[in-house]
């Protein structure tokens, strides 16, 4: 672990099991799902960690920011594979945005998205893609983000030309960088 400006950084090992139990309360604070508790989460994202083979700038991370032991606001970078318009590249993929309810309005999403967005700006990776609502879309775009017209799809999924993506907007970043047209395959499920 690490902390920056008050971020911890959690990462493979290096895994603060406490802090990441925290996480996963905020997770399902924030996405309460039937049947999903802190305890799956936290082995699914354990599982995430402990499955990672491959460059140590481009690991998995965990971004929090907690006080007085309850995390507060998370973002997670998953590297991933896709095939950009024909091309094979890593992107930081975005993940499990989010702030305590009772904590909105501080700054704290600013913070964590920024913090995880640093690996890119250091060019650990070609860019963030990441999914979205319509609604949260203005937030990233204030923060140099841009939305996607490219066709997303998972050429290994059970039906290879469906979007993957539940949410309704697709964004990338840094917006200032190329970007080329044609289909984005994911080459797995959503994040």
């Known amino acids: 672990m690490m902390s920056l400006s008050g971020i911890t950084e959690v990462c493979p090992g290096n895994v603060d099991r406490v802090l990441m139990r925290a996480v996963c309360e905020l997770l399902c604070e924030v996405w309460p799902k039937p049947g999903r508790t802190p305890e799956s ?26 006080e007085e032991g309850r995390a507060i606001a998370h973002a997670a970078v998953l590297p991933r594979e896709i095939d950009l318009a024909g091309r094979r590249q890593v992107v930081a993929g975005l993940a499990r945005v989010c702030t305590a309810l009772d904590c909105r309005g501080r700054g704290l999403g600013e913070l964590i998205v920024r913090a995880a967005w640093e690996p890119v700006d250091r060019g650990d990776f070609v860019a963030s893609l990441f999914q979205t609502t319509p609604k949260v879309r203005p937030f990233y775009e204030r923060l140099g983000a841009a939305t996607v017209g490219n066709r997303v799809v998972n050429s290994l999924g059970a039906d290879p030309v469906a979007n993957p993506f539940w949410d309704g907007v697709v964004m990338r970043y840094p917006a200032a960088a190329e970007w080329p047209t044609g289909t984005i395959d994911l080459l797995g499920p959503g994040y």
Do not use: C, N
Request: aromatic letters at 8%; zero cysteines; a negative charge.
């Open 41 to 66: 989460r936290l082995a699914a994202i354990l599982e995430e960690f402990e499955s990672y083979d491959g460059p140590q700038a481009q690991r998995p991370r965990a971004l929090v920011l907690a």
